[in-house]
Every structure is written in structure tokens, then in C-alpha cells.
């Protein structure tokens, strides 16, 4: 389903999974304009390595990450405790062009590095207390395509892959995160960096 989005030229497709709401706008950003992006994020953004701990043994997780937001917008995850970084303009300017198109408001923004094919993000949903009780997910992709899959919790034959590519925009609504899994797979053939950033709203003291 192909539907002219209200708020800009591009259009969005419907992804139609049973206990999801996805909807993808392939070109949310110019080519152009998403590889500036991601030149100026590259450079200036406080990129962290984060370590995990998986059945006692500590380890690196495979990408770069970083947390922004509004102060008091702080995220646990891996047990971590996160306090955000103050907005830049880059991601500020961002926040708003996507609060526009999909009607939601956002307070912070998680960014991930993939530095090239080895690095992923394993099987999870972003299902935190943090997050409420149906998260509103707006991911912005940057750079090299990558695979992005999603399995339903209660019914792992369910499955969906679809390619992000630089410039577009997946927003995940409703019981998305609630009832499927997703991942994004090592692909060793990719030799080129990715960020992909993950728009959040934190229920604070303040916005509950
Ligand atoms: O890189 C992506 O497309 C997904 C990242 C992700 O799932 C996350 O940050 O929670
Ligand atoms: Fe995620």
C-alpha cells in the first residue's frame, strides 16, 4: 500500500504483520542529504564502546552506541544506566522534520555505529520500563543497507526482513515491541559504516 504522507513529499508503505504497526518511508531523506548526516554524526558524536555481560563473561558489544535526549531522560540497558547527552543540532533538526511526519514527540534518541558488516545488534525488542506500555520507535538509517529482521515472540515461524537503506525511516507502534523480536545480522560483505538512530520517549517524572 503506497499512501502520500500529509506532512511531506515522500510516501510511506504499510507493513502489515499480525500484532505490529510498522510503517516505512523508503525516502525520508535525499540520498544527499542522509550522507551528510552521517559524515557530520560520524565526527561529532560521543560514540561509546559498551561492554555486556553474558553468562558471567564480560564483552564488548559489537557497534559503537551513544545516548541523547533532554536531561532526565536516562535509559537502563545491558544494566546500565545511561544519562543523556545534551541534543546537537544535527539530531535536533532530525527530531523535529520526524516528530513532523509521524505525529509523535520524542525526548531522546539512541544511536548505533556499525562500523562495518562484523558489527549487528542480536535478537531483542525495546521493551524497558523506561519506554511505556506500546513504545513509539522512530529509526532513521544512515549509510550502508542493512538487513533488518523481525520474529514474533509467541510464533518464531513468523518472520519479516526488510533492507534499510540510507535515508529512510521505520516507526514502530502499538504492540510491536510488546509481541516481536528484532535483529540486525552481521553481514561480512559490508565494508561500510552505518548509523542508525533510534528516536525514544522516556516517561519521566515530568511527562507521565
Ligand atoms: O540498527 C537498527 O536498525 C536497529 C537498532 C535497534 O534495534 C536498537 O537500537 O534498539
Ligand atoms: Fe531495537
Not at 1 to 10: D, I, K, R, T
Not at 21 to 29: A, G, I, N, Q, R
Request: aromatic share 8%; net charge neutral; proline share 6%.
Amino acid at each position: 500500500m503506497h499512501q502520500p504522507s500529509l506532512f511531506n513529499e515522500q510516501s510511506s508503505d504499510s507493513i502489515r504483520l499480525k500484532d505490529a504497526e510498522l510503517e516505512y518511508w523508503p525516502v525520508f531523506l535525499s540520498d544527499k542529504e542522509a550522507g551528510g548526516y552521517l559524515s557530520k554524526l560520524l565526527k561529532v558524536t560521543d560514540w561509546q564502546t559498551e561492554t555486556i555481560r553474558i553468562a558471567g563473561v564480560e564483552r564488548l558489544v559489537p557497534r559503537l552506541t551513544a545516548w541523547y535526549g533532554e536531561p532526565g531522560a536516562s535509559y537502563s540497558y545491558s544494566g546500565v544506566l545511561h544519562h543523556p547527552t545534551a541534543w546537537n543540532q544535527e539530531l535536533l533538526t532530525l527530531k523535529k522534520q520526524i516528530e513532523q511526519c509521524c505525529g509523535e514527540s520524542f525526548n531522546s534518541a539512541l544511536l548505533n555505529l556499525y562500523r562495518n558488516g562484523k558489527d549487528s545488534v542480536a535478537w531483542h525488542s525495546d521493551d524497558e520500563p523506561e519506554l511505556g506500555q506500546q513504545p513509539i520507535i522512530a529509526s532513521l538509517s544512515l549509510g550502508a543497507p542493512r538487513s533488518f529482521q523481525l520474529k514474533h515472540k509467541k510464533d518464531p515461524h513468523l518472520r519479516h526482513k526488510l533492507t534499510l537503506t540510507s535515508g529512510s525511516l521505520l516507526v514502530m507502534r502499538g504492540d510491536t515491541q510488546q509481541c516481536w523480536s528484532h535483529q540486525v545480522p552481521k553481514e561480512p560483505a559490508v565494508t561500510e559504516p552505518r548509523i542508525n538512530i533510534t528516536f525514544r520517549n522516556i516517561v519521566t517524572n515530568s511527562n507521565q
